[in-house]
T-cell receptor
Framework: DTAVSQTPKYLVTQMGNDKSIKCEQNLGHDTMYWYKQDSKKFLKIMFSYNNKELIINETVPNRFSPKSPDKAHLNLHINSLELGDSAVYFC?????????????FGPGTRLTVL | QKEVEQDPGPLSVPEGAIVSLNCTYSNSAFQYFMWYRQYSRKGPELLMYTYSSGNKEDGRFTAQVDKSSKYISLFIRDSQPSDSATYLCAMRSNYQLIWGAGTKLIIKP
């Protein structure tokens, strides 16, 4: 049974389009995250979110927005896609906030912007 | 200077060798130190988690933290081809989690 799942696994789209990536965790965790991993494998946190607080990395453009319909889901919406958005996006979850516990990662969504 | 420095490699060693992977950091507020392993086209998964200076062992893996030198290491004994992956260090203070760039490790049969 998959702990953290993401859809789609691959996403190819044109510049200027709007797209969404979905994430679901069945671990009962309180906090979820979105990461961007570039071609050099550098993992950069974009957002962390629990039912109390959204923490945004200030370097993330406001074209990116997380949406959480419930505790088990954190979707990522991207408006006006740009070439530089091409990367692998990982969703993760942890049982508590960042100050304590291990993060569990999804399999990633490989986004290619043409 | 980045807060966490990690040589991206690749590091290529023969099967059975002892592997040493390292990260250095600049922020003395970091208290928790982690090593994640990431296979190609997969998400990172936690390997080791340490809080204090010293060594922690788990099977063939040993994590070492030297807070005075701001240096952490992951040792892999009797390395196997299945250990070939990217290894990322991560470290945390009460307020932030910072990742290293990852070291690509290749174990040659």
């Amino acid at each position: 049974d998959t702990a953290v799942s993401q859809t789609p696994k691959y996403l190819v789209t044109q510049m200027g389009n709007d797209k969404s990536i979905k994430c679901e965790q069945n671990l009962g965790h309180d906090t979820m995250y979105w990461y961007k991993q570039d071609s050099k494998k550098f993992l950069k946190i974009m957002f962390s979110y629990n039912n109390k607080e959204l923490i945004i990395n200030e370097t993330v453009p406001n074209r990116f927005s997380p949406k959480s319909p419930d505790k088990a889901h954190l979707n990522l919406h991207i408006n006006s896609l740009e070439l530089g958005d091409s990367a692998v996006y990982f969703c993760a979850s942890s049982p508590e906030g960042m100050s304590t516990d291990t993060q569990y990662f999804g399999p990633g969504t490989r986004l290619t912007v043409l | 200077q980045k807060e966490v420095e990690q040589d991206p490699g690749p590091l290529s060693v023969p099967e059975g060798a002892i592997v040493s992977l390292n990260c250095t950091y600049s922020n003395s507020a970091f208290q928790y130190f982690m090593w994640y392993r990431q296979y190609s086209r997969k998400g990172p998964e936690l390997l080791m988690y340490t809080y204090s200076s010293g060594n922690k062992e788990d099977g063939r893996f040993t994590a070492q933290v030297d807070k005075s030198s701001k240096y952490i290491s992951l040792f892999i004994r009797d390395s196997q081809p299945s250990d070939s992956a990217t290894y990322l260090c991560a470290m945390r203070s009460n307020y932030q989690l910072i990742w290293g760039a990852g070291t690509k490790l290749i174990i040659k049969p």
